[in-house]
Nanobody
Framework: QAQLVESGGGLVQAGDSLTLSCTAS????????MAWFHQAPGKEREFVAA????????NYADSVKGRFTISRDNVKNMVYLQMGTLKPEDTAVYYC???????????????WGQGTQVTVSS
């Protein structure tokens, strides 16, 4: 099993940067791909970024390529999402997830955190 807790969300202005953190517990973390998804009000949960369990493979949504960076620290059991040049359309609840592969598909991920709110004002 894995338990995931996100932190680092908040209210920022357009153009600002923000880093989200996900603390993972449980033995499965080091063999799991990790990902970030977001969900805006009234919309479906959407893929943001994913990273393989050794960190050698990353995957990004087109909307965040060049602006966001996903990374992980397998010693500290942490996953990070560095978000740069934030836009109002990035406003959403951001979720950390653990799964088998660094896939874009929600169904690939078995464990989910409770989410952290990111609000970007224009």
């Amino acid at each position: 099993q894995a338990q995931l807790v996100e932190s680092g969300g908040g209210l920022v202005q357009a153009g600002d940067s923000l880093t989200l953190s996900c603390t993972a517990s449980g033995r499965t973390f080091r063999t799991s791909a990790m990902a970030w998804f977001h969900q805006a009000p009234g919309k479906e949960r959407e893929f943001v970024a994913a990273i393989s369990y050794m960190g050698g493979t990353t995957n990004y949504a087109d909307s965040v390529k060049g602006r966001f960076t996903i990374s992980r620290d397998n010693v500290k059991n942490m996953v990070y999402l560095q978000m740069g040049t934030l836009k109002p359309e990035d406003t959403a609840v951001y979720y950390c997830a653990a799964g088998r592969d660094p896939s874009r598909q929600v169904r690939n991920y078995v464990y989910w955190g409770q989410g952290t709110q990111v609000t970007v004002s224009s």
